[in-house]
């Protein structure tokens, strides 16, 4: 594996763990009834909280996308700050 591929797998990985950590922020306060009710829809598949944890702390096809998404948004918010 070259130094690039390492190093992106290790974004990667920060990226994967920053999202965890923002579901189980996120999830710690909200309700154990919001906690069952669908948050969000990607694709044909729709997902609850816990459920978005899951596919994230997994590394499934759905939680990349998931990481990938918490990564937009990261970069878009950080860009409105600068603004």
């Known amino acids: 594996m070259s130094d690039y591929e390492q190093e992106e797998k290790k974004q ?3 990226f994967r763990q920053l999202a965890i950590a923002e579901i189980k922020t996120w999830i ?5 009834d919001e906690r069952k009710k669908v948050a ?7 997902f609850t909280p816990e459920e978005l944890l899951k596919e994230v702390d997994e590394d499934t096809e759905y939680g990349k996308q998931l990481v ?14 600068e603004e």
């Open 68 to 81: 990938q998404m918490f990564n937009n948004l990261r970069i878009e918010l950080s860009k409105k700050k």
């Open 40 to 46: 969000l829809f990607i694709g044909p598949r729709s």
């Open 12 to 14: 990667k990985e920060i």
């Open 28 to 32: 710690s306060a909200i309700s154990e």
